[in-house]
Structure formats: C-alpha cells, structure tokens
C-alpha cells in the first residue's frame, strides 16, 4: 500500500524537474483525484460503518500529500519538503490510530457494515487508482521519484481488492470480521508508514541544521 511507498520523496535532489509541464499536470490530475477519493471514502466509510473503507481512506490521503510533494520537489527547498513530510506523516500516523480506534469500536459492537456500499465505493477507488496509474504509465521507467510514484500507484489497487473483498465476506458471513480484519492491516501500514516518514523528515532537519545531508536510498 501506499504506506510503505513514501521514503523515496526525501532526497536532496528535485527529481522529476525535467520532466515537464505535462507531468506536472498529471501530478495534479492525480493530486485532485485521490484527494476527492479520500473525502468520498471517509463519508462512505463512517456512513456504512465499514473500517476497511476508512483504511483505504488513509491511502488516498497519503497518496494525495506524496502527489503534493511531488510538485512541490519541482520549486521548494529541502527543508520546506522536509517540514511538509513531517506534517503527512504526522497525519498518517494520526489516522492509523484513528481507524485502529474504530477497529476496537466495532469488535465490541459487532454491527457488521453494509456491504454494498463497501463494494460499490472500493470499485470506485480501483477505478481511480488504476486511471492514475495509466496516465503515470509513461514515466514508470523515469527517475527514482518517478518510479516510486508510479509503482506506489499501481501498488494502492490491492488495497481496493482488499475493500472489495472484504464486503464479500461481510456479504457472505453476515459478519464484521472481514471488515475489521482489512481495516486492522491497512491501518496498521499506515502507522507504520507514518512512523517511517516523521524518522526521515526529523532526520532531514537535524542534518540540515548541522549543515550535512545524506542522499536516501532509491525504492
């Protein structure tokens, strides 16, 4: 998921500069898409009860801030990428704890959500993901920034064949396990993954603060 897909972003060279402005564009094609695909699965997800939608939520969410970094790579120095890194992963860790605390809710409440609006909201999403990912196509072979860009992509439809498979078993077993258990390892990535973005973009700063920066390894 894309959890795991954002250490490539810190590095001290503005990667993707030469790509030019139809990259650009398509970076804020994408940047918009998974924005409006987070506030959709965030309503859907707390309307339906389903903690699996809520999960996935965090991925348009992360995908979204990587996108506005991504740009931002173009025109912005280090440190202010840095800052900005700090605050997504500030929010991903943020949301990890969220949808955890709502795993928690819902296995003592045991109400399973509704699943017809877990699948039909986690093909939307597949849908999104993958047209992202055809209009990133071009650049798969790019820089690193490009690359991780790409691939983070692609990579974030599993995660909707996870949403969606999860409302068959909710469909199938009448039970909020499936839910649960989707929304449990979507949330855990994201806190994993923000943990891993706040270690960088403090390490970033400090190095930065006594003058030194040390180039991350590619994805």
């Known amino acids: 998921m894309s959890a795991q897909c954002h250490h490539h972003q810190h590095r001290p060279d503005h990667h993707g500069a030469s790509a030019g402005p139809r990259y650009r564009r398509i970076l804020w094609i994408a940047l918009i898409v998974n924005a409006a695909m987070f506030a959709l699965e965030l309503g859907a997800g707390l309307r339906s009860g389903s903690a699996a939608l809520l999960g996935d939520a965090i991925d348009f969410l992360g995908d979204a801030a990587n996108y506005g970094l991504s740009l931002w790579v173009l025109a912005m120095a ?33 109400i399973p959500p509704e699943p017809w609006t877990m699948g039909s909201v986690g093909l939307l999403a597949l849908a999104a993901n ?61 806190i994993s993954g923000g943990r891993n973005v706040i270690r960088l973009a403090t390490q970033e700063l400090a190095e930065l603060a006594h003058g030194t920066t040390v180039a991350r390894p590619g994805p």
């Open 78 to 110: 280090l440190a202010w990428r840095a800052r900005a890194a700090l605050v997504k992963g500030l929010s991903m860790l943020g949301f990890g704890v969220f949808v955890i605390g709502r795993v928690a809710w819902g296995a003592w409440q045991g």
């Open 130 to 190: 993958l047209g992202v990912a055809a209009l990133l196509y071009a650049w798969r072979d790019g820089d690193a920034n490009m690359r991780g860009v790409w691939l983070c992509t692609r990579n974030d439809a599993l995660g909707n064949l996870a949403v969606m498979g999860a409302a068959l078993g909710v469909l199938g077993t009448g039970t909020i396990w499936p839910d649960l258990a989707v929304a449990a390892i979507m949330a855990g990535l994201a």
